[in-house]
């Protein structure tokens, strides 16, 4: 065979690889001037209740969802920091503060340093699986030098975690706070002394509990409901129809109850709840569901509830944005839940 055709066989080979190459390099992340519009995009609503008796607060924290927060680390961080700063200003946060932020906030730190493609996918697990394709063909370009793709889903979670536990332990540590950072659905994970850490095995779905000083302190239940269509979905072992799912948080400062919005059954729920003896409760989720839970709390009679959701939309997906806080015998508040960044202050 004449070199001529060598050489022509052997491109009809090359030129396919070699344009598969030029699109990975070229694919390019969220820019400035595509995520500037979501920056300051609304002020935080801010509402408090009770009176200040010198027990602990807790303080819910509603953001308004949109998966361009999670394009950079630094952007994330500033989505989470800009409610404490305001709280902050109205002397809302001492070592007997609880913040709580929204459930499935860990979920999506797998978009961080993406290319924009994976934001304007169908939905969210459409923009997990596309991660994970983006990331076993560029390896090198997202930090993740494996090739299967299990080791993929592996090196994608141990990224999100450590981006997890350090933004919040800054957090924490920074205001002086106790902080239950929302959950995040993770391989194997284990809290040691060293901190949070992840091991090769069945993936659950947990909120963590950060001190002032910026360590964890405890881990809740895993989460067995998750929300229809979530990444946690795709993830997460399959719901648990008999256990109730409740966590009793416990700062040094109060006990405080934690329930998963989606698993909650009334009256299966209230009856596990009346059996902990602890009277102050937050139902943490994405979507506020039917609205059992408002009716449930404006009843209930504890000394102190609330309920903290997302608003805005992931996808093609809308959050209720029904976030609330109740004393015992006050009303909830605010009446309709707040549209856009809220935050909502309760005293002890």
Excluded: C
């Excluded at 055709?5 to 052997?10: D, F």
């Excluded at 002397?91 to 906030?105: C, N, Q, R, S």
């Excluded at 560029?138 to 080791?151: D, H, K, L, T």
């Amino acid at each position: 065979m004449s070199p001529f055709w060598k050489n022509a066989i052997l491109s009809i080979f090359l030129i396919p690889i070699f344009l598969i190459v030029g699109w990975i390099l070229s694919g390019t992340e969220i820019s400035e001037e595509e995520f500037s519009p979501l920056d300051g995009k609304r002020e935080i609503r801010a509402e408090s209740s009770g009176y200040n008796r010198r027990a602990g607060n807790l303080l819910l924290v509603q953001l308004e969802f949109d998966p361009k927060y999670y394009s950079r680390e630094d952007r994330f961080r500033s989505w989470l920091e800009k409610p404490l700063l305001l709280a902050k200003e109205k002397g809302w946060l001492d070592k007997t503060t609880l913040v709580v932020y929204p459930a499935e906030i860990g979920n999506y730190l797998f978009l961080l340093n993406q290319r924009k493609e994976i934001f304007t996918t169908e939905n969210e697990i459409e923009a997990w699986n596309s991660s994970l394709r983006f990331s076993r063909l560029s390896p090198f370009r997202v930090g993740v030098a494996v090739f299967s793709e299990e080791e993929t889903r592996f090196k994608i979670a141990k990224k999100s975690e450590e981006a997890y536990e350090r933004i919040f332990s800054e957090l924490s540590k920074l205001y002086g706070v106790h902080i239950l950072a929302g959950t995040i659905a993770l391989p194997g994970p284990k809290m040691t002394e060293k901190g949070l850490e992840i091991h090769p095995g069945n993936w659950e779905e947990r909120g963590f509990l950060f001190g002032p000083d910026g360590k964890i302190y405890a881990a809740s239940t895993p989460r067995k409901k998750v929300r229809a269509g979530s990444v946690s979905s795709e993830l997460v072992a399959g719901a648990d129809s008999v256990q109730e799912e409740l966590w009793v948080a416990s700062p040094p400062f109060a006990k405080v109850g934690i329930l998963f919005g989606n698993g909650i059954r009334i009256p299966e729920t209230e009856d596990a709840v009346k059996k902990t003896f602890v009277s102050r409760w937050v139902v943490f989720g994405a979507q506020e569901g039917d609205g059992q839970v408002r009716d449930w709390f404006s009843k209930a009679g504890f000394e102190s509830s609330g309920q903290v959701l997302f608003s805005g939309s992931i996808w093609k997906e809308t959050f209720s944005g029904a976030s609330f806080i109740k004393t015992r015998y006050g009303n909830l508040e605010p009446k309709e839940g707040p549209k856009g960044p809220a935050l909502l202050n309760l005293y002890l």
